[in-house]
C-alpha cells in the first residue's frame, strides 16, 4: 500500500520575509521578538533593567525639547541633540540653545549630566525669543540638504524677526552643514557662523516659518526642504 503526506516547504529563516511571515530576522530562535515560525511576538521591557541617560536643564523652567538622533559629524555615529529654551546667555531669555552629545555606547552610561556639561556642539539662538528648536517653539530636524552626504541639522526659529527686526515674528530658518558641528556656534555672533550654510526668512510679519520635512518631493534624486508658516 502507497501512501503520502503533504510536504510543507518554507522559507523562514532566511532573512527575507516570505508570503505567510510576519518577520523574518534569519534564525529559528523564539524570545528575540520573531517567533520561530518568522511571526512578530510580544516583548516585556522592563526599564530598571537598561542602561540610560538623564540629562537636566541648566536651571528651574528651562524646557528641554524632546531628543534628536543622527549623524550631523560624519562620524559614522549618531548624535543626541536636545534643545533648552532659556538660562544660557543674559539678555536672551526664549532665544533657545541646542546641544549636541556624542552618541554610541559611551552616551548610555547611567550618568544624570546637568547641561551644558559634556557637550560636543552648542548652537546659540540669535535673538531673545526667537525659541530656537525649543518646545515653545518647532522640533529641529535631520537630514541631507547641502551637498556632502553627511546630514545637515536644521534648526527652526519661528520666533525670529526676519532683517533689523523688521518682520516680527516671521521665523527663520537655519541649516547647519553635517560634518562641520564642533564647540560653540552662536548665530546671535555680529558675523554668522560659517557653519551655517543656509538661513531662510519669513516672507511677513507673524508667519512663524518652522520646518516640516525634509525628503526628495519633486523626484530629482535631490532632497527638498519643505517649510511651513502656520
Known amino acids: 500500500i502507497a501512501t503520502t503526506s503533504n510536504i510543507v516547504v518554507s522559507n523562514c529563516g532566511n532573512g527575507v520575509v516570505d508570503a505567510g511571515e510576519q518577520c523574518d530576522d534569519g534564525n529559528f530562535v523564539s524570545g528575540d521578538g520573531c517567533s520561530s515560525t518568522c511571526q ?19 536651571q528651574a523652567s528651562a524646557q528641554l525639547s524632546p531628543v534628536t538622533i543622527g549623524n550631523v559629524t560624519g562620524d559614522s555615529t549618531p548624535e543626541i541633540m536636545v534643545s533648552q529654551l532659556s538660562g544660557q546667555t543674559a539678555g536672551r531669555s526664549g532665544s533657545g540653545w ?35 528648536a525649543t518646545v515653545g ?19 527652526p526659529a519661528p520666533g525670529g524677526d526676519g532683517p533689523m527686526n523688521g518682520r516680527t515674528n516671521c521665523g527663520e530658518v537655519y541649516i547647519l552643514g553635517g560634518g562641520s558641528l564642533s564647540g560653540i556656534i552662536d548665530l546671535g555672533a555680529a558675523t554668522l557662523p560659517t557653519q551655517v550654510t543656509a538661513h531662510i526668512i519669513g516672507a511677513n510679519a507673524g508667519d512663524g516659518l518652522t520646518v516640516l520635512g525634509v525628503g526628495d518631493l519633486t523626484g530629482d534624486s ?9
Not at 512578530?40 to 537636566?56: F, P, V
Not at 541646542?98 to 546659540?124: C, D, E
Open 40 to 58: 512578530w511576538e510580544a516583548r516585556t521591557i522592563d526599564l530598571s533593567m537598561m542602561t540610560n541617560r538623564a540629562l537636566l536643564g541648566s
Open 98 to 132: 541646542v546641544y549636541g552629545f556624542s552618541g554610541g555606547s559611551a552616551f548610555l552610561n547611567g550618568m544624570t549630566t546637568t547641561i551644558p556639561t559634556g557637550y560636543l556642539f552648542q548652537v546659540g539662538g540669535a535673538e531673545a525669543n526667537d525659541n530656537l
Open 137 to 155: 517653539g518647532a522640533p529641529m530636524i535631520v537630514g541631507q540638504i547641502v551637498g556632502s552626504a553627511t546630514p545637515d541639522l536644521i534648526l
Open 222 to 230: 535631490v532632497n527638498d526642504l519643505l517649510l511651513g508658516a502656520p
